[in-house]
């Protein structure tokens, strides 16, 4: 890589007030100009109201090999889930 | 489809991780950048989904050719809307391709210099404001065909490339056949120039779908690899299937009197393209094939001093806030 521009991941929120979303990368020299190519490249059509950008070299990401030891465990605990529970008819919606 | 012809690459891997591979693909698992894949299938994606990207870009430069002459403001918005789509189209896939690991100056070169191919249809010129209408209807209503089963392929940030295409390329042909109606609906003259559009972009649409399967010798492990669903000659059935009725709504003549509804097959019987002038384009010899790639090459030249002056700015603006700090 001679001068490739770095590469930024893109996050967009919605109109609905939902969470900013992971919606692609792109490559900017730098976070101003991320923003500028991220609203051309990824809202040409309403699909957000505001933007996230973090250059991609600072993620830190879980490794697919963790994935036994930190998964796993939960699924054992089904008491975790409001289903696991019955509750009378008579009682009521809960 | 706007990768033809991709290679697949012979894989020597530890047996038992392939078998495993398979596996998760055969349970419609995706496979994500971090995980193991065999060498051949990195390959073989990197191969396909940098072609189907150079496609879109090279893909802008026989629209663009029509941008400043569109007949009304309101096509040529709309056209300007259609080649920035496909820009955008062009870096959802060069993002997938490196997650891969290949970068993306790589990529550039590789096209730039004639290593990585693009899609022969975008060596064809448009003539004409009704090629632009033709372009839209057949060739992205070609693309469409390959690219909408390409949503549920095995490598995830390709499939999600896919779907966010998929979602902006119905707009693509329906535009393309709103306009070319308006010429077939038009002057005797108009609808001289659609009826021409579509003789002329006919075969090299359906060429777009790559050689007959008899002859495609790639497809077997991709399909396996679930990075190709359906073989070349059943989505070219589709698209004569679905097209000929278009045509007939246009009452346009049809481009190939080849064509005939076959009651036993339940499908229109067409003509084959000439596949010589298929792989002689390939080779570099259409009628654009010199336009395209230098065209690329000088907005690549050209846009160096851009490229080094924004990222110059933005190191020294950094080293100037560390400095301050």
Redesign the interface.
Known sequence: ?????P?WEIFIRGQHGMSHRHV????A??AE?AIKNAR??YT??NEGVSIWVVEANNIT?S??SDKGPLYEPSESKVYRHPTFFDIPEEVGHM | MYAQMVKSEATQDDPEKLAEFQARIDRDEKIEPKDWMPEGYRKTLIRQIGQHAHSEIVGQLPEGNWITRAPTLERKAILLAKVQDEAGHGLYLYCAAETMGVSRDELTEMLLDGRMKYSSIFNYPTLTWADIGAVGWLVDGAAIMNQVPLQRTSYGPYSRAMIRICKEESFHQRQGYDAIRKMAEGTPEQKKMAQDALNRLWFPSLMMFGPSDKDSVHSAQSMAWKIKINTNDELRQKFVDQTVPQIEFLDLELPDPGIKWNEERGHYDYTDPDWSEFFDVIKGNGPCNTDRLAARNKAWDDGAWVRDGLLAHARKKAAANVAAE
């Open positions: 890589m001679k001068n490739e521009w590469l692609g990368s792109l490559h020299p730098d100009m051309d490249v040409r059509r990401a490794s697919p």
